[in-house]
């Protein structure tokens, strides 16, 4: 069986199971084998019943002595077996409504039984015959795997099995034998196995590692393999222009060094003959914009049109306004593009971006449409967007003569160490530096007894001429989550609490122009509270508005948090955050516990990464380059690290072109990801 064979393929998976595994994003044998536990139950070792603890689920060997069967008061049976194990210590198996099993049992017969000890006795366990032909099965440690509605554990663990006996192993890319002898790993087919049914805890750590490296390192390659495949493209040499120094003297503000510094790389990169591909991430605040539309000034001093992409209509709208706003003094012809432009005024745009009449084109996902054919496209601008794609950046340069310069902006701040694996494929510039005045967010965890508090302190601050954000994670009442909705609070506060003041909603199921009207008369201070989802959470700068609530704080995580508290703090009045959480687990006091200690994106970035794993920042790559399962940038940096030198060492054999295994290895990972792409 190869793996890149349907799941279709495996006996016993029909339509109905593929279909349930295709919900669980398993198409192929591949990624079957790539769907790995969550965790195991190990039954494999045995303990006396003077050793269980309430907490925790054992193996126990013991013989019954006595069975009951009998009717509760609300006639449900209840069966009981007394039992004793070698230890000699008595107890007690029972079992609720569970007639079936009556037989199952004999006196003076010995049986293994797993489950919880508590009080005398185990309920409801897993149990075997000690001389029955399954014994092995049973005590083994045994895989729990992530699962969807449809699916049971049994199904998958045994379609899971039945492929592993099956696929051609030799199919997989393995790790070349000199990183597997250097690290001293065990052979991928080895790995894969008893990462699903590993033969004792031991081996299992070191499956484990064998995967956790693999991953690392299939990464690093995919996206080296980008970034050389971006840097061998053609791009357009752009020339430096002294306007540009002119603008930023009739700024209304000084740039901050690491602005100039940026702006420099950027620069630096534009007229460099080779295609631009890089990154420019910086904190909530940190003065991104104002830098990517100086780029967009020397894009058009240099004769060739310029995009920005912004991820909400609000965000394209709010650029748009911006821009405009900057060089209002200046020659320059932009457009706002957006799917609540009107036809007639969008095929003026489309004439006019093909004609070569429009300089500037700011919008949505619009700007990739069929329709949006540049005359001259020299950059691309992507606001938020992460990860801008090959195929978006092949669309956007078609009818072009060479390809667009692509800078994209990114408040979420990495590590650079971790930014490293992250964007591989980007060239990374940092804004490490807050502009001067800006005051740090004061942050605050209120509980349900202190919201009045917190409600006389709101007035007070609107009666100061202030303005505020409440965000609520439901646009409307849900019957199967206790958590606060829009349209629910946006009764009561402009009803009740905030009856003497202008409070207005908006969300994302609210028409554009409705959106658009509401955050205008925000703006102009018509509105001192707006009642929102997480719709304002990128990109709205409204200077006066100073305090912030987030109901149901514990609903999201730490750098959506800090991104939707950096929509305050952005004048010069002292701003606040008030986070309301009712009920606390573990990881959500983490998260309020950081937000409340540090207004630093980078820090809680790192944090969020401890907290949440990669997965979700990997998880907006494009199509072909892997992504994390079992590793963790943060728990196993140490071997992050190992791969990261490797690497370094494997790319010098490569290019010296001596060693065929590892010639073939980035040959073979390449057509995984590129359909043939070479090294160069």
Known sequence: MNPSDSVKKIKGVGKVKSSYLSALNIYTIKDLLEHYPIRYIDKSKLSSISEMTSDESFTVKAKVIGITNRKSYSRKSILTLKVVDVDENYFEVMFFNQNRLVNRFQPDEVYYFYGKYDQGKIVHPEFIHVHSKNIDKFMRITPVYPLTEGLKQWQIRKIIETTLGLVDFSKLTALPKEITQKNKLCPLEYAIKNIHFPESLSIYKIAKYHLIYKEFFDLQLGMILLKNNFDAEEGIAFKRHELINEFIKKLPFNLTSAQGRVLEEIIGDMIDTKVMNRILQGDVGSGKTIVGFIVLYLTVLNGYQGAMMAPTEILANQHYESFTNYFKDYNLKVACLTSSVKNKDKEQIYKKIKSGELDILIGTHALIQDQVKFNRLGLVITDEQHRFGVKQRQKLAENNETLPDILVMSATPIPRTLSMVLYGDLSISTLDEMPKGRKEISTHFVKKNKKLEMYDFIKKQIAKGRQGYFVCPLVEISEHLDLVSVEEHYKELDENIFKDFNVAMIHGQMKNNEKDQIMFDFKSRRIDILISTTVIEVGIDVPNANFMVIENSERFGLSQLHQ?????????????????????????????????????????????????????????????????????????????????????????????????????????????????????
Do not use: W
């Not at 990464?609 to 892997?626: A, D, F, N, V």
């Not at 010098?652 to 090294?679: M, P, Q």
């Open 564 to 680: 939707l508290r950096g929509r305050v703090g952005r004048g010069s009045h002292q701003s606040y955050c008030f986070l309301l959480a009712d009920r606390l687990g573990n990881i959500a006091k983490e998260r309020i516990k950081i937000m409340v200690q540090s207004n630093d994106g980078f820090i809680i970035s790192k944090k969020d990464l401890e907290l949440r794993g990669p997965g979700e920042i990997l998880g907006i790559r494009q199509s072909g380059i892997p992504t994390f399962k079992l590793a963790n940038m943060i728990k196993h940096n140490d071997i992050l690290n190992k791969t990261q030198r490797d690497m370094k060492d494997l790319l010098l054999k490569y290019k010296l072109g001596e060693d065929k295994e590892i010639i073939n290895f980035v040959n073979s990972k390449s057509k995984e990801i590129f359909n043939g792409y070479k090294l160069s």
